[in-house]
C-alpha cells in the first residue's frame, strides 16, 4: 500500500474556502473509496476567526451539495503542519504572501495555490457558488494527481 497523502488547505480565516475544500475533498475521495488513504484538514493565515465553525452560507453551499461540515473549528495554521502535511494548498495570493512571511525559509517546499488563479473569497464576492466551483476544479485536479 502506497503511503498516505496528507493535505492541507489554507485561506485567511478558516472559515469559508478551506474548510469548503477540506470537506469537498474528503467527500471526492470517499466517493471513490480512498478515504483511507488521505489526510485532509484545513488551517488558517491569521488569528482572527480561531474556534469558529464554518461560515453559515458557506456551509449551505456544502449542504446544497449533500456536504456535512459539522465540528469544524477554526484553526491557524502551524510549524508543526509543515512537518506533517506533504501538500499545502492556499487559496489566494495574499494567503501565500502570509505563509511566506509567517514561515519564510520552509514555505515554498510544500505551500502553492488550488488554482492557477485566485479562488473566489465568497466574504468579499458573496459568491459560494462561484467558490464551490473553484474548489471542484482544484479538488478533482489534486485527486487525479495523487490517485495511486
Not at 38 to 51: F, K, P, R
Not at 64 to 84: K, L, M, P, V
Request: hydrophobic share 35%; with cysteine; aromatic share 10%.
Amino acid at each position: 500500500m502506497r503511503d498516505m497523502v496528507k493535505i492541507l488547505f489554507v485561506c485567511h480565516g478558516n472559515i469559508c474556502r478551506s474548510p469548503m475544500a477540506e470537506y469537498v475533498m474528503k467527500d471526492l475521495v470517499d466517493k471513490e473509496g480512498l478515504a483511507d488513504q488521505y489526510e485532509i484538514a484545513s488551517a488558517a493565515v491569521s488569528t482572527e476567526e480561531l474556534g469558529n465553525p464554518v461560515y453559515p452560507l458557506a456551509r449551505q453551499e456544502l449542504k446544497r451539495h449533500n456536504i456535512g461540515c459539522e465540528g469544524h473549528h477554526a484553526r491557524q495554521i502551524t510549524r508543526q503542519d509543515f512537518d506533517h502535511y506533504d501538500r499545502i494548498y492556499y487559496m489566494d495570493i495574499s494567503n501565500g504572501r502570509w505563509l511566506k512571511r509567517m514561515f519564510p525559509k520552509i514555505w515554498e517546499d510544500r505551500c502553492m495555490p488550488l488554482l492557477n488563479r485566485d479562488v473566489a473569497d465568497p466574504w468579499y464576492t458573496g459568491d459560494f457558488r462561484a467558490t464551490w466551483e473553484d474548489i471542484q476544479e482544484g479538488c478533482r485536479r489534486i485527486l487525479e494527481e495523487t490517485r495511486a
